[in-house]
């Protein structure tokens, strides 16, 4: 990695460590397909953000880059762990093909965000993610806790999947202060990185069974709660998972009521969407399109353009923190 994308990675994190405390009023938006799958269509898909990227001054725009998928119970687990998508699990042609995408999406000077499932893996990703996540099944996890203290990267914790957020918030303290991580060398050796932590990260609500936590009530109880925990740092909204109950049509909705919010709000300081070329999903087979999700149904570009459009002229009418 040269010197000068380097800065621009570190500075993409300044930037989002600022929104996560109010120094800059401007908006985290992840955006992206469920999952990676194709480079000739994240290809497509991050030239189409490239060239409108531009037009949205108020936000500060990440590439949903996700590799690693967890599962309930089964299904395809990312396009490290299976590239081919043909249960041969060949990783090192997984890691070799994410590590060029990365490179990719970086060429064009574009953040990404992505979810950190294995600790073994993020090692070989870690050096392009602007923003990272610990999803819903792993929000309370001690070694997923040690990661994040460890990574020199804001990270997101969502709550878990039942919709509760208690967990996450002991991850957010738990962070706060000093942790010892585990972790493989280069040379395949065992080390130990002590008394790391990571003041960069926040909480992301993405509903729960049953359960949506995008709406004024949710957010406004969300944040007393964190006040009471003496953390200053702003909420992301998931408009996807169970706060769309898995319709990626019910996005549009949670986005139009998280404007509106935003206006009066400046502790929404983030929101993700799941967002690819063609609408909704497919099947896996043997003609897989590269521009159609094959994990959950995600929103078509067109859509995006509309929200991001939207969240672009609510922030910039909303207060700043100060």
Same mark, same amino acid.
């Given at each position: 990695?040269?010197?000068?994308?380097?800065?621009?990675?570190?500075?993409?994190?300044?930037?989002?460590?600022?929104?996560?405390?109010?120094?800059?009023?401007?908006?985290?938006?992840?955006?992206?397909?469920?999952?990676?799958?194709?480079? =000739?269509?994240?290809?497509?898909?991050?030239?189409?953000?490239?060239? %409108?990227?531009?037009?949205? @001054?108020?936000?500060?725009?990440?590439?949903?880059?996700?590799?690693?998928?967890?599962?309930?119970?089964?299904?395809?687990?990312?396009?490290?762990?299976?590239?081919?998508?043909?249960?041969?699990?060949?990783?090192?042609?997984?890691?070799?093909?994410?590590?060029?995408?990365?490179?990719?999406?970086?060429?064009?000077? $574009?953040?990404?965000?992505? +979810?950190? $499932?294995?600790?073994?893996?993020?090692?070989?990703?870690?050096?392009?993610?602007?923003?990272?996540?610990?999803?819903?099944?792993?929000?309370?996890?001690?070694?997923?806790? +040690?990661?994040?203290?460890?990574?020199?990267?804001?990270?997101?914790?969502?709550?878990?999947?039942?919709? +509760?957020?208690?967990?996450?918030?002991?991850?957010?303290?738990?962070?706060?202060?000093?942790?010892?991580?585990?972790?493989?060398?280069?040379?395949?050796?065992?080390?130990?990185? $002590?008394?790391?932590?990571?003041?960069?990260?926040?909480?992301?609500?993405?509903?729960?069974?049953?359960?949506?936590?995008? @709406?004024?009530?949710?957010?406004?109880?969300?944040?007393?709660?964190?006040?009471?925990?003496?953390?200053?740092?702003?909420?992301?909204?998931?408009?996807?998972?169970?706060?769309?109950?898995?319709?990626?049509?019910?996005?549009?909705?949670?986005?139009?009521?998280?404007?509106?919010?935003?206006?009066?709000?400046?502790?929404?300081?983030?929101?993700?969407?799941?967002?690819?070329?063609? =609408?909704?999903?497919?099947? %896996?087979?043997?003609?897989?399109?590269?521009?159609?999700?094959?994990?959950? +149904?995600?929103?078509?570009?067109?859509?995006?353009?509309? $929200?991001?459009?939207?969240?672009? =002229?609510?922030?910039?009418?909303? @207060?700043?923190?100060?």
């Amino acid at each position: 990695m040269s010197n000068k994308i380097n800065r621009t990675i570190h500075n993409s994190r300044k930037t989002i460590s600022n929104i996560i405390y109010g120094n800059s009023n401007k908006l985290i938006v992840i955006v992206g397909p469920c999952s990676i799958h194709s480079y =000739k269509g994240i290809s497509k898909y991050t030239t189409k953000l490239q060239n %409108i990227v531009h037009k949205y @001054k108020n936000l500060h725009i990440c590439v949903r880059a996700y590799f690693e998928k967890p599962r309930t119970i089964t299904g395809w687990k990312g396009l490290i762990y299976d590239p081919d998508i043909n249960t041969d699990y060949n990783i090192n042609k997984g890691i070799t093909k994410a590590l060029k995408i990365l490179k990719m999406i970086t060429a064009k000077k $574009l953040s990404i965000a992505t +979810e950190f $499932l294995n600790t073994i893996l993020s090692n070989y990703i870690k050096h392009y993610i602007t923003i990272g996540t610990i999803g819903a099944r792993n929000c309370e996890s001690q070694i997923h806790r +040690e990661l994040a203290s460890a990574l020199n990267i804001p990270i997101g914790f969502k709550n878990n999947t039942y919709g +509760e957020i208690t967990g996450a918030i002991n991850s957010l303290i738990a962070c706060n202060k000093n942790n010892n991580h585990i972790y493989i060398d280069a040379k395949g050796a065992i080390r130990r990185q $002590l008394n790391t932590y990571n003041k960069n990260c926040c909480l992301i609500l993405r509903g729960g069974h049953n359960i949506t936590n995008y @709406k004024k009530p949710h957010i406004t109880k969300t944040l007393n709660i964190l006040k009471s925990n003496n953390l200053k740092q702003g909420l992301i909204i998931d408009a996807s998972h169970d706060n769309s109950k898995k319709n990626p049509q019910n996005q549009i909705r949670n986005i139009k009521c998280l404007a509106a919010q935003l206006q009066t709000n400046p502790k929404i300081c983030g929101v993700m969407i799941e967002s690819y070329i063609y =609408k909704g999903r497919q099947n %896996i087979s043997n003609h897989i399109n590269p521009y159609q999700s094959i994990t959950d +149904e995600c929103l078509d570009f067109k859509n995006t353009k509309l $929200l991001l459009s939207l969240l672009n =002229k609510a922030v910039s009418n909303r @207060k700043h923190f100060k």
